[in-house]
């Protein structure tokens, strides 16, 4: 059993950078495609990005795309999340999972997560 732990959140300026890693428990490594969703206040939770096992399947959400990029290190004991050009709509806590079966847009579709991190972008 994979549980991921999130790390990497903080305050940043709008426009700024950061980098969000998630790594499984006892540097586990992680054979399942891991997806990253954000969920801010008073929303649902919704995806944002995932690649697969082997790295050579990555979908982002609109919303996202050409600003942040999902990888995996060669060793797969971690997944990153690079996010540019932050803006203060991307504010909220960050969530990493493994995906189990069926969509990788759907949070139903994974089922271990981690307790998330919080991105607060401010303008």
């Known amino acids: 059993q994979v549980q991921p732990v999130e790390s990497g959140g903080g305050l940043v300026q709008a426009g700024g950078s950061l980098r969000l890693s998630c790594a499984a428990s006892?540097?586990?490594?992680?054979?399942?495609?891991m997806g990253w969703f954000r969920q801010a206040p008073g929303k649902e939770r919704e995806f944002v990005a995932v690649?697969?096992?082997?790295?050579?399947?990555?979908y982002y959400a609109d919303a996202v795309k050409g600003r942040f990029t999902i990888s995996r290190d060669n060793a797969k004991t971690t997944v990153y999340l690079q996010m540019n050009s932050l803006k203060p709509e991307d504010t909220a806590l960050y969530y990493c999972?493994?995906?189990?079966?069926?969509?990788?847009?759907?949070?139903?579709?994974?089922?271990?997560w981690g307790q998330g991190t919080q991105v607060t972008v401010s303008s």
């Open positions: 999972a493994t995906h189990y079966s069926g969509s990788y847009y759907y949070t139903t579709s994974y089922d271990h």
């Open positions: 006892g540097r586990t490594r992680i054979n399942y495609a």
């Open positions: 690649i697969s096992w082997s790295g050579n399947i990555i």
